[in-house]
């Protein structure tokens, strides 16, 4: 049984920074694309970042290029993002997925909020 979970969300100010982790349990592999998505209030869920497995290459949305960094760690089966200069604009629910070829798994997700 796979199971994503996700911490490190909380309360930050517009500038700050925060960093979440996403710890896979149960991949039998790690030819998995392992990313990051967000969704906030009212919006649709839209894709931050991944990195896939082989090669390594790394994919991110326009709005936060510049500003947040993926990174994973298959040892650990792992998937990290570091997110700077954070605003109001990236408060919402960020959720893990790691997806394979005949499979995708997604976690419950971790708050983030952007508020002075």
């Known amino acids: 049984q796979v199971q994503l979970v996700e911490s490190g969300g909380g309360l930050v100010q517009p500038g700050g920074s925060l960093r979440l982790s996403c710890a896979a349990s149960g991949l039998t592999s790690s030819m998995f694309t392992l990313g990051w998505y967000r969704q906030a209030p009212g919006k649709e869920r839209e894709m931050v970042a991944d990195i896939a497995s082989v090669g390594g290459s790394i994919n991110y949305a326009d709005s936060v290029k510049g500003r947040f960094t993926v990174s994973r760690d298959d040892d650990k089966n792992s998937v990290f993002l570091q997110m700077n200069n954070l605003t109001p604009e990236d408060t919402a629910v960020y959720s893990c997925?790691?997806?394979?070829?005949?499979?995708?798994?997604w976690g419950q997700g971790t708050q983030v909020t952007v508020s002075s």
């Open positions: 997925r790691a997806r394979g070829r005949f499979s995708d798994f």
